[in-house]
């Protein structure tokens, strides 16, 4: 350690502030006098830049990905004004990650939506069926009560 420079255990706890950029002008000299005239924190410093920059090529991918996903969605839900459904197509025909994509999402609204209707129609067919074994048990003036209280629960 030099006279008047951070320790090693200083630097550690600092290193990721460093390397986000996130130190006053004074800490952040202290760091790179240190790191000049260190090798073990000048180690640590590559191997916490190269993840800290792998992290932000990782978050860019996301959010490059989400934003496709959002395009993706509004075509397929209607929600794109004409110019914005011209730029989509001109990305479909000139990427193809947005053209797979396009398909799974399709594929998967596709499965939701039969789902969906699947449920609602089994739905519906055992309401009726239970509604008319209550009627046949109970008679006509207790039918509309019991249908009532059914659909109630």
């Known amino acids: 350690m030099l006279k008047g420079n951070l320790t090693c255990d200083a630097i550690s706890k600092l290193l990721t502030h460093y390397v986000e950029d996130n130190l006053d002008a004074k800490s952040k000299n202290m760091v ?7 090798p073990p924190c000048m180690e640590k410093y590559t191997v916490v830049q190269k993840l800290f920059r792998e992290a932000e090529k990782k978050r860019k991918l996301i959010k490059t990905r989400e934003a496709m996903q959002e395009d ?22 000139t990427k193809p990650e947005f053209e797979e994509n396009l398909l799974a999402m399709m594929k998967l609204k596709r499965t939701l939506n039969n789902s969906f209707y699947k449920m ?8 009726s069926k239970k509604a008319m074994e209550k009627f046949k048990t109970s008679g006509f003036k207790n039918w509309i009560k019991n249908i009532i209280d059914y659909l109630v629960r």
Request: charged share 30%; proline share 0%; hydrophobic share 35%.
């Open 32 to 38: 790179s006098i240190h790191l000049r005239n260190c």
């Open 72 to 93: 993706i969605s509004a075509y397929l839900d209607g929600e794109m004004q004409e110019r914005e459904i011209v730029k989509f197509e001109e990305k479909l025909s």
């Open 120 to 127: 609602k129609y089994n739905l519906d067919i055992s309401l």
